[in-house]
């Protein structure tokens, strides 16, 4: 950003903009941070404010690790989210890379059929895929949810990486080829390397419904060894009680592991947002 | 070692197509260039000789072996790219010495070849660096090397230097003018720019719309064109193409290049006024508006000073006038 189109007023509005949107956005998740570490009474006291010592308690926490086994759910999750999200990486990219590199017939009308995912919800189809599972004995497995959602990531991921890969230069791919790599070697060692700032725009979109998801671990995995975090949390929502304490702490702790993941990501990702507009 | 035959071949994109015939014949170590307008097939030949394209009928002949069919990698060719296509995770040695690597050369070997090729090139302070850190003229030189190292058949260059700056563009021509000679390897060049074609070329060929205009040496070119076309292409400024009926001649067009123009402020066989003057230092382009042959352009040697307004008369050099017919074509 250069300087000379920047006015102090400008600069000052902007950032008012931006950071009431930030306020706007991180108030619910300080909300949930701030009462997981408070008692009930406290909670229900003074939702607004933060833990003082006299409210300031760890009971959520204590009853989540002693409670039911979050740590199995968390790792069910995280087994989940990282595998989808590799899947979903993979055979996007190497589908993107066969739509925009290669001239087949029918080339453009696949690239349709692909990306009409994005606007079909899969859960449209939960019924057909319930019924697929259990034909296909996958019901209460892992593998079941990685199928689910590597399918219901990828119409974006073709979508998006099909644009990216349009911009990497032909000759660059074409000297590889005379070089005699092998077209392999050219996606992953050439292409890929160059299209890693959407990958990782791609990767934070997949991960984060995945990791949220509720309905498919209900459906299918509800198990108590295939239980993801978010199912898990279901535990403490009673009918009649609540433990608020309890559920509170465990969405503090399911922040944990995305946070870590788009903070590996996220320098990629503003590389990814901007390089539009440096080159 | 190093000839080149292309039959009759033809490239369709879809229902466009791109290459209507082109048949030519390179001898070993000749320098050819494919000059032509743009999107005329330039590219899209050369694709096809390096195998990155497949012809849609017709035959690639490369030292006497039909390659139609050969990968490129195995074609025993390297080509050097308008946008230099160096690799952007590899140094310049491994840049230079991937190729080699794949074919299974030894490592020796490929260091021995990079140290002929990078000291040839003024390479070797570079070699540890990624392309990223190279200027424009070095990243182009270490492609150029890349092509070196693997001792092919045949060199092909798509505009290997109309990224660079003017400067830089004479600089590298002449190191391709010194590489061919020292290398007396054969090599197809693609350019827009006259210059690089008359000056470094054994052999021009002119292409059009997907078909060989014309095939000659620079001079037999500009000498003897064989149609209105490549007369018009060679040389610069263009040549004046003047209506024959308005001159009374019996062809359809005359034309008369700027430097066999002469002008004279008193007589002459076309009387005209001056629009303008382009003042180059070694010479002066004149825009004359003429009575009889309409905008001409006149190129005078040396110093001229007119100014717009005035009326001088420009006299064509009879022995070098081309008539030519309705059909485009030169009339003896
Ligand atoms: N992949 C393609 N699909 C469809 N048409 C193409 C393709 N590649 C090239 N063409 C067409 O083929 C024609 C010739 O292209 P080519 O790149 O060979 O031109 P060129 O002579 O190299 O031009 P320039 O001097 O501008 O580089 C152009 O009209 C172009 O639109
Ligand atoms: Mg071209």
Redesign the interface.
Known sequence: MSTATSSLPRTIGAHAVLLTYTVIALFPVIIVIMNSFKSRAGIFGAPLAPPTPKTFDLIGYTTVIGQGDFIHYFQNSLVVTVASLFFVLLFGAMAAFALSEYRFRGNSLMGLYLALGIMIPIRLATVAILQLMVTSGLVNTLTALILVYTAQGLPLAVFILSEFMKQVSDDLKNAGRIDGLSEYTIFFRLVLPLVRPSMATVAVFTMIPIWNDLWFPLILAPSEETKTVTLGAQLFLGQFVTNWNAILAALSLAIMPVLILYVIFSRQLIRGITSGAVK | MGSLNIENVKKAFGPVEVLKGINLEVTDGEFVVFVGPSGCGKSTLL?VI?G?EDSTSGRVVIDGADVSAT????RG???V?????????LTVKNNMG??LK??GTPAAEIDRRIGIASSMLSLEPYLARRPAELSGGQRQRVAIG?AVVREPKLFLFDEPLSNLDAALRVNTRLEIAQLHRRLKATMIYVTHDQVEAMTLADKIVVLNAGKIEQIGGPMELYNSPANEFVAGFIGSPKMNFVDGARLGETAKTIGVRPEHLTVDAKSGAWKGTVVHAEHLGADTNLYLDCEKAGLITVRIFGVYNAEPGATLYATPDPARTYRFGADGKVLK
Not at chain 2, 71 to 74: D, L
């Open positions: 694709r390096a990155l990968p490129p990698a195995k060719i390297a080509m790219f308008q946008t230099y296509a160096l690799y952007p995770h991937l190729g794949q074919a890349r």
